[in-house]
Nanobody, 122 residues
Framework: QVQLVESGGGSVQAGGSLRLSCAASGYTYRIMGWFRQAPGKEREGVAGITRGGGTFYVDSVKGRFTISQDKAKNTVYLQMNSLKPEDTAMYYC??????????????????WGQGTQVTVSS
């Protein structure tokens, strides 16, 4: 049974940092993505990483967020620095057995975590 468990969300002031973790069990991922969804908005891809080490970012987080992985722990991290109020959202990690679509397309992901809330105040 595939399970993704996110942790690390919280509330910070603008300019602060948070580190999200996503631990995968029962599954060896080939690609892992971080997505976020704010109230009233569509879910959007934030960052992605392949097991081979390729990384991807949405333009709005480039230079501020870093995705990384610990393959031995089957865990992916999202280091978020210089947080802005517009980063406020529920953050989800997701994974797929195959890499069929662009990393930011939700339809390409089969398994999703439960989400962790990130709130950035101004």
């Amino acid at each position: 049974q595939v399970q993704l468990v996110e942790s690390g969300g919280g509330s910070v002031q603008a300019g602060g940092s948070l580190r999200l973790s996503c631990a995968a069990s029962g599954y060896t991922y080939r690609i892992m993505g971080w997505f976020r969804q704010a109230p009233g908005k569509e879910r959007e891809g934030v960052a992605g990483i392949t097991r081979g080490g390729g990384t991807f970012y949405v333009d709005s987080v480039k230079g501020r967020f870093t995705i990384s992985q610990d393959k031995a722990k089957n865990t992916v991290y999202l280091q978020m620095n210089s947080l802005k109020p517009e980063d406020t959202a529920m953050y989800y990690c997701a994974t797929a057995p195959e890499y069929r679509y662009a990393w930011y397309e939700t339809r390409g992901y089969s398994y999703w975590g439960q989400g962790t809330q990130v709130t950035v105040s101004s």
